[in-house]
């Protein structure tokens, strides 16, 4: 019979974290933190290898529970711990996932807990983290392995590049509690837009006055970081063209970074002309002006009073994209102060675009939380306030119902 995990829109999910040797295993209790701490309960399993490098009572301090170390000193009284363990779970994460681990999987073997968990696995959703040094990850035969698990349906998060504990430099890294935290989560999302090319914009754009000044906006870039977040985990390879803001660049997408809306509108042209893209969402805060910029710094004058800058009009990035013969999905946004409804569909009909995203700025920039509506041919929708990223996720799913089915 096959074991149907539970749903996955339970906020609470049973995760049950597997650690093979190696030397990344630190990095796992950091994670089982981060997994207890967004309100997962956690299982940790660990090889015997994995208790040379971080002991068995730290993770079990850590999830609350007692760790699984070998099928021969069950925690279960059926004593079929490589069974009812993985029943139990919504997700199987092996971190890391060593060289020899990867092997004994792709072979089939059940010669200790975590391959028998891997055997035993049915329908769970599962991740492996590889680590270990960059030659090994490079070998022949381990990217064989690596391709057999993905032929049979395992999703391998990884590896990383960097500095490496040997002293060498390259990939093989495992990758980082937070960014594992990212793979985890996108197992229970719908691969809604997979195989679709998604390009965004987000954040303000800034407008130099001067060498020291300039104009920009209240954007913080939070809406657009999770509709990029929302749409890689759906499955799409997504494109984000980011204008100045203090968030780091998303996991799993590749990210450009501007300033100005003229650096932004070069950006979006350059991707458009290198690539043929399924979606554009238009979620950036683009200026609408810009001044002319002075040489140096304009000087406060002794009566106060100082002359204005000259403002040129911003190209419509939004409106030019839907224009093009070839162009994508186009998803606009409308960041309004009043008339949430009415500015929408009048800016929908202007910048001829099949969906308008609209929502009010004081209630949205630089907040976790927001609402929108959702203006089309058909009319008008609200959804209610929810998490950003929660509300991406809700959008993404509009746009996958939207686009044409592929050839």
């Keep these: 019979m096959t074991h149907a995990p539970r749903s996955p829109d339970q906020a609470q999910r049973r995760v049950l974290l597997g650690i093979s040797g190696g030397i990344a295993a630190y990095k796992a209790c950091e994670l089982a933190r981060l997994l207890v701490k ?23 301090a850590l999830s ?26 919504d997700a199987l994460v092996i971190a890391p996932a060593s060289a020899d681990l990867i092997a004994r999987a792709a072979a089939g073997m059940a010669d200790d807990l975590l391959a028998t968990l891997l055997l035993a696995r049915d329908a769970v959703p599962t991740l492996l983290a590889p680590a270990m040094n960059r030659a090994m990850w490079a070998h022949p035969a381990v990217q064989r392995n690596a391709e057999q698990l993905r032929r049979d349906g395992l999703r391998l998060a990884g590896p990383g590049s960097g500095a490496q504990a040997c002293g060498e430099v390259g990939d093989g890294r495992m990758l980082e509690p937070e960014q594992l935290m990212w793979e985890i989560e996108a197992l229970w999302q719908p691969r809604l837009l997979h195989g ?18 300039g104009l920009t906006n209240r954007s913080s870039g939070k809406m657009g970081w999770a509709l990029a977040r929302a749409a890689w985990e759906a499955g799409a390879e997504v494109v984000l063209v980011a204008g100045p803001t203090a968030l780091a660049p998303p996991h799993g997408v590749r990210t450009v970074a501007v300033e100005t809306a ?16 399924d979606v554009f969402i238009a979620a950036a805060a683009v200026a609408d002006w810009r001044p002319e910029p002075q040489p140096g710094k ?16 911003n190209p419509d990035i939004l409106a030019e994209v839907a224009a093009r013969a070839d162009a994508p999905f ?4 409308a960041a309004e ?31 976790e939380h927001s609402s929108c509506v959702l203006v089309d041919a058909q009319g008008v929708r609200e ?23 592929r050839a």
Excluded at 69 to 84: F, K, N, Q, T, Y
Excluded at 298 to 313: E, R, S
Excluded at 330 to 333: D, K, L, Q, R, S
């Design 262 to 277: 003229l650096q932004m509108r070069e950006a979006v042209q350059a991707e458009l002309a290198g690539a043929t893209f």
């Design 330 to 333: 186009c998803v606009g946004f």
């Design 64 to 89: 609350g529970r007692e760790v699984a170390l070998d099928s021969w000193h069950p925690l279960r009284a059926s004593g079929m711990d490589h069974i009812d363990l993985v029943r139990e779970a």
């Design 298 to 313: 304009i000087k406060k004058q002794p009566d106060g009073v100082a002359a204005p800058p000259t403002l040129l009009l």
């Design 383 to 405: 959804l209610p306030r929810m998490d950003k990223l929660d509300l991406a996720r809700r959008l993404c799913a509009e746009i996958a119902s939207r686009l044409p089915a």
């Design 196 to 213: 679709r090319r998604v390009l965004l914009t987000a954040g303000p754009t800034f407008e130099p006055w001067d060498e020291v000044r």
């Design 337 to 367: 102060a009043e008339q949430l409804v009415a500015h929408a569909q009048a800016k929908r009909e202007r910048k001829g675009v099949p969906l308008l995203v609209g929502n009010l700025g004081p209630q949205t920039f630089g907040r």
């Design 38 to 60: 967004a309100g997962h309960q956690v299982q940790v399993a660990m090889s015997e290898a994995a208790t040379r490098f971080v002991g068995p009572i730290t993770l079990q």
